[in-house]
């Protein structure tokens, strides 16, 4: 199985070391999950913003007195 060396100043690892146990994982399941979870957390990002995206102009008519739709930022930008 492929594996990866990551090098860490004696700070970094501490506070990786701390993450880990914060969630009581070991440091190699730990540093393992995490691209895991980034590229969990940006689907869900993409996903909201494409949500919201669909539904602007329910939530224009509901609340009329917003900033007006084209002076918001739009997609990822508002973000």
């Known amino acids: 199985m492929p594996s990866l060396n990551?090098?860490?100043?004696d700070?970094?690892?501490?506070?990786?070391?701390?993450?880990?146990?914060?969630?009581?994982?070991?440091?190699?399941?730990?540093?393992?999950?995490l691209p895991l979870r980034e590229q969990q957390r940006l689907?869900?990002?993409r996903y909201a913003v494409s949500?919201?995206?669909?539904?602007r102009d329910e939530f224009d008519d509901a609340f009329p007195d917003e900033i007006?739709?084209?002076?918001?930022p739009?997609?990822?930008d508002a973000a």
């Open 43 to 45: 689907q869900f990002v």
């Open 11 to 33: 700070e970094e690892l501490e506070a990786v070391r701390a993450a880990a146990a914060a969630e009581g994982k070991s440091l190699k399941q730990f540093v393992h999950d």
């Open 68 to 72: 007006p739709p084209s002076s918001r």
């Open 74 to 76: 739009q997609g990822a």
């Open 6 to 9: 990551i090098t860490f100043t």
């Open 51 to 55: 949500w919201g995206e669909t539904r």
